[in-house]
């Protein structure tokens, strides 16, 4: 199945397999946990039942994704070391602390408090209850904070020196912690997985109000989901544009792939909506373009002067496919989200948000939209770093670990059936959660408490 | 200086991820025993009340496992750089072995059907993970060689009789915390019949210690001089002593059926041996090859760590105790997960 493909190859097809898995669940249980305080702030100021209908309805799937995103994120963990040893020896005095940090104020925060939150109710008082889950939400950010700090210091290094070792030793803590590309990741990675759980969310509203119209809570989740759609899609938009400015004049390498663009242009580039870059031939085949629309978006002047990639030797070039299509999905399916937050606002304003078929139909299948787009927009900035890990000072190939390539394709098969098995599982359990109508929930809650407290009052001898 | 030891900002390093390494084991140690059990005990409300009684707090515990990690990548990348390259295939083992044991936790309680099929995830998971940490120990405590920066032995230097045997032994410490903390966290059927279990498993775990104890010296010499050389045998001599009386103590304690006091002794009988692996390790952060000084990243990052550590530790230790405070007392088949 592997013959012929050198270890380094696999190890790459090997990370990139398990956090195109993992980066999934933390995505959601950043939107989730931070929906579910909004939730239960809602529900304890207005005494609103459908909030704590809804609250029980999402703290159920919020467990699975959450002990998805755990499992997953503890084989990342070691992954660093176990296939990119060098990469580890070389980096590690600059990016084991942000990755500490992670843990100590991030992933121990999330576990301390999540106990309580998914099942300690009838244990504590409800401010403890809500203190807890806030806990929790501010622990995902936490953590995107450090781990996307991290990563941005491998696209935008900055605040380091390198030492006798040939390690990247710190200068600069401040430099390094928000390095020139991190606050612009930051945002959009936070704003994309707020928008993410939001269409989710709004799915899953649309299509238990397809069934049923009158259903209080799934009208409430659309709703909310179309409220988040409507507001918070054009701030992604302009702040995927900020980001892309930053690329542009931290990577353009890495900018030059995504826009397909190879010969230097002085005044004024095209932008290509579609096209096939081939690194054999220099150019992009195929090409759809408007012109000077390109230099518009990239220095907001039409006749900006681009760089190509020919600028750099071709052994500095990423995959341009990946590169170029990867960012052209993301892009095309963070518009497609605007356009149903704008038909949302239309709608609610005729009073006809949630009778109009059609659109209860669109949200349903834009349901997976913003998991797609973040995973896309992953793709196109780790595939656009290449081939360099950290990016114009160690190259990839000269990162991995030592091991022998029939070691590497063992564990990739070992590591694909089980993700496999575990998270097609995970996929089926979370969808059936998601078909089960929010009325049959609160009945099954409802039938909760007498029990809870008396276990909790009775037999609490220690 | 004490007694020639530094005490610097790497031997601190040090001292803290040895911390979170030993409560990593402690903690998950009973999870894991708690799968490991799974073996033993088949009666479906039982299991319930078994997972349940973890289900607040797994995922608490396992985080030491990943700050040992994350610590050790900012602390001694030199020493995480050749670690894991030599332990690849048991490490990868154990990841997975977690991601079963983790997600069937969740899973277990979603579905009617494939119930059977998760009960035995979570039972092989939790075998797998703690067999490949035992052989992990193994490997290590027999050392690992380098040349340069990198790991310079083979793929499967890993599997050898000594490894085997403290995978083997781990898998058994594991089962004896977790029998001894359902002892103390349930009640009726299943407490008698984990009291029955701890039985075996405690003499098991003290004769494991004692058969690493005598192996260890036996294939590195080292250790040997450390622990037998005069005057060292009289310094170090309380350590084996206290086992003898922690083993003794947790035959007491089931014998009277006290209810905490078996888990309490059973932490003993890790703490000591922890301690003792402790002394025979030391200096090395990669035995006999590396010490923690040779392995330390620059003074920068070990300090600004360091900080962040010793001012959240005793935070994440206070608020941990919080949720442990919550969930006191007895769980039953029907609290938690439904």
């Not at chain 1, 990162?399 to 098995?421: E, K, Q, R």
């Not at chain 2, 031997?11 to 009973?30: E, P, R, S, T």
């Not at chain 2, 289900?55 to 900012?74: S, Y």
């Not at chain 2, 039985?199 to 250790?223: D, K, M, N, R, Y």
Request: include cysteine.
């Amino acid at each position: 199945m592997f013959e012929g493909l050198d270890a380094v190859f696999l190890a790459r097809i090997q990370f990139a397999f398990t956090i195109t898995f993992h980066i999934v669940f933390p995505a959601l249980t950043i939107g989730l946990a931070s929906y579910l305080v909004v939730l239960e702030g809602f529900w304890l100021a207005t005494g609103r039942q459908a909030y704590r209908q809804v609250f029980d309805y999402w703290l159920r799937i919020f467990a699975i994704a959450f002990g998805m995103g755990v499992v997953s994120g503890v084989v990342m963990s070691y992954h660093f070391g176990t296939n990119w040893s060098v990469f580890s020896d070389m980096t590690g005095p600059v990016l084991g602390p942000l990755m500490s940090y992670e843990v100590l104020t991030a992933f121990f925060l999330e576990a301390g408090f999540l106990g309580v939150m998914l099942f300690g109710r009838g244990r504590v008082g409800k401010g403890v209850y809500f203190f807890s889950t806030a806990m929790v939400a501010a622990g995902s950010l936490v953590s995107a904070f450090w781990i996307l700090s991290a990563n941005s210091w491998m696209q935008t290094p900055a605040g380091y020196a390198v030492n006798a070792a040939g390690q990247f030793v710190p200068e600069d803590w401040w430099a390094i912690v928000f390095n020139p590309s991190f606050p612009y990741r930051f945002l959009h990675m936070t704003v994309a997985a707020y928008l993410a759980t939001a269409f989710l969310v709004g799915a899953v509203g649309a299509y238990h109000l397809s069934r049923r119209r009158q259903d209080e809570a799934a009208r409430l989740m659309f709703s909310m989901a179309m409220w988040m759609a409507a507001l918070v899609t054009p701030v992604q938009v302009v702040l995927g544009d900020l980001h892309g400015l930053n690329s542009f004049e931290y990577q353009p390498r890495k900018v030059a792939a995504m826009e397909g663009h190879f010969e230097a242009l002085q005044n004024g580039a095209p932008l290509h909506l579609f096209g096939w870059p081939s690194s054999e031939e220099r150019r992009l085949k195929y090409a759809v373009s408007i012109p000077k629309l390109g230099s518009l978006i990239l220095t907001h002047d039409l006749d900006g002067p681009v760089r190509g990639l020919e600028a750099w030797p071709r052994e500095d070039w990423p995959p341009l496919v990946i590169v170029f299509w990867s960012f052209r999905i993301m892009v095309g399916l963070g518009l497609l989200m605007m356009l149903v937050g704008l038909a949302s606002l239309w709608l609610r304003w005729r009073g006809r948000l949630y009778r109009s078929d059609g659109f209860l139909k669109l949200t349903l299948v834009m349901a997976p939209s913003g998991l797609v787009a973040i995973l896309a927009g992953w793709f196109t900035t780790e595939v656009g770093r290449q081939p360099y890990v950290v990016d114009g000072l160690l190259r990839t190939a000269d990162s991995a670990s030592p091991i022998d390539a029939p070691a590497v394709a063992g564990s990739l098969t070992a590591i694909v059936i089980v993700y496999t098995l575990v998270f097609g599982a995970g996929a089926f359990y979370l969808l059936r959660l998601m078909g089960s109508s929010p009325a049959d929930v609160a009945l099954e809650q409802a039938e909760r408490p007498t029990r809870v407290a008396r276990t909790a009052a009775g037999r609490t001898k220690p | 200086m004490i007694a020639g030891v530094p005490l610097d900002l790497a031997f601190a390093w040090g001292v803290i991820i040895a911390f979170a390494v030993y409560a990593y084991v402690v903690l998950d140690g009973f999870d894991l025993g708690v799968g490991i059990l799974f073996l033993a005990i088949r009666d479906a409300e039982k299991r319930d009340t078994m997972v349940n009684s973890i289900a607040p707090v797994w995922d608490g515990n396992e985080t030491w496992l990943v700050l040992g990690g994350a610590g050790l990548l900012a602390a001694f990348p030199l020493a995480y750089a050749v670690v894991l390259p030599a332990l690849y295939a048991p490490l990868i083992a154990m990841l997975l072995g977690l991601v079963f044991r983790g997600v069937a936790v969740e899973f277990r309680f979603k579905t009617e059907r494939w119930k059977p099929f998760w009960d035995a995830g979570f039972m092989a998971g939790s075998i797998v993970a703690a067999f490949c940490q035992g052989i992990a120990l193994g490997t290590f405590i027999q050392g690992i060689a380098i040349e340069g920066r990198a790991y310079a032995g083979g793929w499967w230097d890993w599997l050898t009789p000594f490894s085997l045997m403290t995978g083997a032994a781990l898998v058994v410490g594991y089962a004896l915390l977790g029998a001894t903390w359902l002892i103390m966290k349930t009640e009726g059927g299943l407490q008698e019949r984990c009291y029955w279990l701890a039985w075996p498993l405690g003499a098991a775990v003290v004769a494991l210690i004692g058969v690493v104890s005598v192996w260890t010296p036996l294939i590195e010499p080292t250790v040997a001089t450390r622990w037998f050389s005069w005057p060292n045998i009289v310094y170090l001599s309380p350590v084996p002593l206290l086992v003898a009386a922690a083993g003794f103590g947790l035959y007491r304690a089931l014998k009277a059926r006290h209810e905490s006091w078996p888990f309490l002794f059973a932490l003993g009988l890790f703490t000591l041996s922890f301690v003792g692996l402790g002394i025979s390790l030391y200096p090395y952060i990669v035995p006999r090859s590396v010490t923690i000084w040779e392995a330390a990243a620059p003074d920068d990052s070990l300090l600004f760590t360091f900080i962040g550590a010793a001012i959240l530790i005793p935070i994440i230790l206070a608020y941990t105790g919080h949720a442990y405070w919550v969930f006191r007392g007895k769980v039953g088949p029907k609290e938690g997960y439904h």
